[in-house]
């Protein structure tokens, strides 16, 4: 499967915005799809995945302003982030593995290229 992040941008603290991660040569249905971040400087972390049963938050900065959608008519699994603050400036990966999720990036198969977010006044 292969995947394309987009959707990335600048936007100003308490803004919010959607990601899209789109998969082609494969259905999203298939597929534990998760969102990942990279702030400069530190490591990858999880934000959040979907798999079949619903959806598992990893980072505790993400719950209650971060939400995961799939649109099968589309294959594109959807990061909705409100609330945005500086912290949250970072490079968002999609990816996708079998089995369970997991928020360990080095479990996942498949990668998008990334797209970058900037909270900024």
């Known amino acids: 499967v292969q995947l394309q992040a987009s959707g990335g941008g600048l936007v100003q603290p308490g803004g919010s915005l959607r990601l899209s991660c789109t998969a082609s040569?494969?259905?999203?249905?298939?597929?534990?799809i998760g969102w990942f971040r990279q702030a400069p400087g530190k490591e990858r972390e999880g934000v959040l995945c979907l798999n079949s049963a619903g959806s598992t938050s990893y980072a505790d900065s993400a719950k209650g302003r971060f939400t995961i959608s799939r649109d099968n008519a589309k294959n594109t699994v959807y990061l909705q982030m409100s609330s945005l603050n500086s912290e949250d400036t970072a490079v968002y990966y999609c990816?996708?593995?079998?089995?369970?999720?997991?928020?360990?990036?080095?479990?996942?198969?498949?990668w998008g290229q990334g797209t970058l977010v900037t909270v900024s006044s």
């Open positions: 990816a996708a593995r079998r089995g369970n999720c997991s928020s360990t990036s080095d479990t996942w198969h498949y």
């Open positions: 040569g494969g259905s999203v249905n298939w597929w534990n």
